[in-house]
Protein backbone atom coordinates (compact mmCIF):
# COMPACT_ATOMS: atom_id res chain seq x y z
CA UNK A 1 0.00 0.00 0.00
CA UNK A 2 2.20 2.76 -0.94
CA UNK A 3 -0.02 4.92 -2.50
CA UNK A 4 -1.21 5.96 1.57
CA UNK A 5 2.17 7.34 2.32
CA UNK A 6 2.35 9.27 -1.29
CA UNK A 7 -0.63 10.89 -0.51
CA UNK A 8 0.15 11.68 2.74
CA UNK A 9 3.67 13.27 2.07
CA UNK A 10 1.73 15.51 -0.96
CA UNK A 11 -0.76 16.49 0.75
CA UNK A 12 1.31 17.65 4.04
CA UNK A 13 3.91 19.37 1.47
CA UNK A 14 0.79 21.24 -0.82
CA UNK A 15 -0.24 22.17 2.83
CA UNK A 16 2.83 23.61 3.87
CA UNK A 17 3.34 25.33 0.39
CA UNK A 18 -0.02 27.13 0.74
CA UNK A 19 0.63 28.34 4.53
CA UNK A 20 3.95 29.44 3.35
CA UNK A 21 2.02 31.33 0.08
CA UNK A 22 -0.41 32.61 2.52
CA UNK A 23 1.96 34.53 4.54
CA UNK A 24 3.69 35.96 0.69
CA UNK A 25 0.54 36.96 -0.53
CA UNK A 26 -0.43 40.92 0.27
CA UNK A 27 -4.10 40.36 -0.84
CA UNK A 28 -6.32 39.48 1.79
CA UNK A 29 -9.09 38.04 -0.50
CA UNK A 30 -5.85 36.02 -2.49
CA UNK A 31 -5.45 34.75 1.56
CA UNK A 32 -8.50 33.34 2.47
CA UNK A 33 -8.75 31.79 -0.97
CA UNK A 34 -5.27 30.11 -0.02
CA UNK A 35 -6.29 28.93 3.32
CA UNK A 36 -9.20 26.59 1.80
CA UNK A 37 -7.10 25.53 -0.75
CA UNK A 38 -4.32 25.22 2.76
CA UNK A 39 -7.98 23.17 4.49
CA UNK A 40 -8.45 20.75 1.75
CA UNK A 41 -5.10 19.75 2.14
CA UNK A 42 -4.91 19.42 5.79
CA UNK A 43 -8.41 16.99 5.22
CA UNK A 44 -6.48 14.59 2.82
CA UNK A 45 -3.79 14.98 5.19
CA UNK A 46 -5.41 13.92 8.43
CA UNK A 47 -8.33 11.30 6.59
CA UNK A 48 -5.32 9.60 4.65
CA UNK A 49 -3.11 9.37 7.68
CA UNK A 50 -5.84 7.97 9.65
CA UNK A 51 -6.79 5.37 7.25
CA UNK A 52 -2.95 4.16 6.61
CA UNK A 53 -2.64 3.82 10.30
CA UNK A 54 -5.69 1.86 10.69
CA UNK A 55 -4.37 -0.35 8.40
CA UNK A 56 -0.66 -0.52 9.32
CA UNK A 57 -2.25 -1.75 13.45
CA UNK A 58 -5.47 -3.07 12.53
CA UNK A 59 -6.81 -3.18 16.35
CA UNK A 60 -10.19 -1.64 17.33
CA UNK A 61 -8.67 1.33 19.15
CA UNK A 62 -6.62 1.82 15.89
CA UNK A 63 -9.99 1.33 14.00
CA UNK A 64 -12.34 4.28 16.35
CA UNK A 65 -8.92 6.99 15.56
CA UNK A 66 -9.65 6.15 12.21
CA UNK A 67 -13.04 6.93 12.28
CA UNK A 68 -12.33 9.98 14.33
CA UNK A 69 -9.33 10.88 12.41
CA UNK A 70 -11.58 10.58 9.01
CA UNK A 71 -14.73 12.11 9.92
CA UNK A 72 -12.32 15.43 11.05
CA UNK A 73 -10.47 15.38 7.57
CA UNK A 74 -14.01 14.92 5.51
CA UNK A 75 -15.06 18.15 7.49
CA UNK A 76 -12.07 19.70 6.53
CA UNK A 77 -12.44 18.83 2.93
CA UNK A 78 -15.75 19.82 3.01
CA UNK A 79 -15.15 23.18 4.38
CA UNK A 80 -12.54 23.85 2.07
CA UNK A 81 -14.07 23.26 -0.95
CA UNK A 82 -17.13 25.37 0.17
CA UNK A 83 -15.01 28.04 0.95
CA UNK A 84 -12.66 27.96 -2.20
CA UNK A 85 -15.35 28.13 -4.52
CA UNK A 86 -16.69 30.97 -2.96
CA UNK A 87 -13.55 32.81 -2.68
CA UNK A 88 -12.54 32.15 -6.62
CA UNK A 89 -16.14 32.99 -7.25
CA UNK A 90 -15.37 36.47 -5.47
CA UNK A 91 -11.73 36.88 -7.36
CA UNK A 92 -13.26 36.45 -10.74
CA UNK A 93 -15.97 39.20 -9.78
CA UNK A 94 -13.08 41.69 -8.53
CA UNK A 95 -11.26 40.95 -11.76
CA UNK A 96 -14.14 41.25 -14.19
CA UNK A 97 -14.81 44.60 -12.10
Do not use: C, W
Amino acid sequence: MIIFPIVIVVSLILYVYYKVTIIRSKDMLQQVYLNAKAKISLGVFISFFGINQYLFYETKFALYVTIVFVILGVAQIISGFKRTKHYANEIKKREQS
